[in-house]
């Protein structure tokens, strides 16, 4: 057991938790899968991009400092993406979206990948440093223009949003690629009568396996495959499967790169098996966190008193855009439907609703028409907003039979919401008897986190912590519209 005091301060009247936990929600990447086979034939989809990074020129004169900074991750030694050999039209493409300087990650892996002979990748990386754009400008840089409708590079994602904000970001980087046609793979989206026609396809893996057993997907010509979220697709309990049964179908020369913020052990062999011969980049466990997210806990009297402080809690809420973490479904559309009763405004999205509401839902949630987003692990990996400054983990992610331990990645994951690429938020996580204090102990250990403790009988202090924070977040004008428009 962790060493309680050295991390967060005890509770002092917690009561043990002895009651049987409420039936999980389907784990991220179930979610993702569930989702897929949610039935009708539904239009393609239109492939615009929603929300993409909205970056400002008063955001990089401190994005400027940091990406001068050798110990951040932002951090690049070249001046440009110009000096690492592109071609014009992606450059093009990297300027329009305001990106001026690779990251750390970036800078690294991507002459590695863009090499020949192609190599394998394994890249880690923390949440919010750039790993898209690193893929993406791969992939481009290996696609023939001059066939477009030819599959050449095949993308998989735990989850349908996660595949749409992929296929948007080819799309915005590459905007002066002519001919580039990038199609996602998810259900509903790619019509029967025609089968894929793209260059580039982006999907989720039960959805890409189907087309290519109905032979509506010609993997014959692909160069690339790239794996977004590896650990947890790889992962046997996950998409493991499925993704070992594509890659079976695919040429054996392709050129695989597996990318995620979190690679623990276990599933790092398998990786390096699914990746032969990778190069790798890793970081230890402790690097993980990201240092723009002030991480705090609310010590709640008990599970019942929870809600009562979410709703105090709304109340900063709405000064930027915040997603709420909770176990299951049914607890996401409960307290949606209490907030909603209590006269708050909120959308709740998870595997249950259907795959356009789904995507109705996140674009409100990207545009800022709506303002708090209540999900469940589907939502913890990858999704981009920048606009979010605080993540509530209402309920501490659980893995393992019976919730035994905690879900250190899925933590992770579910914070790197916010504080993307350089800019600050919170995090507060939700503890209120033993387990629940014990297992958020343990993720503060194992990541070196100093948390903040935030009780909910000194809400002056609570609100001065939690404001310090968000109105510094608010300073940088996160939320003006990029060079595209966005
Ligand atoms: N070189 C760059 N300059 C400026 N902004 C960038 C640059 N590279 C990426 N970004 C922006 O940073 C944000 C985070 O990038 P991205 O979504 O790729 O992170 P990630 O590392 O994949 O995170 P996660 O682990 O959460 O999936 C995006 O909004 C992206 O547009």
Redesign the pocket.
Known sequence: MADLASRISKPSDAPVDDKAPAAPDAPAAAEGNGAEGNGAEQPVDDGVQRG??E?TYDVEVK?SDLQADQESPLYSGVSS?EELGLPKSINDG?LA???????K??ERALPLMISDPPTNMIAQ?????????AFVLTVLSRVDLAKPTQPQALLLAPSRELARQIQG?IQTIGQFCENLVVEAAIPGSISRETGVRASVVVGTPGTVMDLIRRRQFDVSQLKVLVI??ADNMLDQQGMGDQCLRVKGMLPKTIQILL???TFPDKVMNFARKYAANANEIKLRHQELTVKGISQMYMDCPDETKKYDVLCKLYGLMTIGSSVIFVKTRESASEIQRRMEADGHKVSALHGAYEGQNRDALLDDFRSGRSKVLITTNVLA????V?SVSMVINYDIPMKGFGDREPDMETYL?RI??TG??GRVGVSISFVYDQKSFNALSQIANHYDIDLVQLSPDDWDMTEKKVQEVIKSSRARPDYAPNALGN
């Open positions: 993409l990074i970056t994005l993406f990297l979206m305001n990106f001026k300087k690779p990251s990650i970036q990386s923390q949440s919010g440093t750039g790993k898209t754009a970001v977004d979220e990318f995620s913020a990996r990858g999704i981009d920048s994951h790197g919401r993307r690429f």
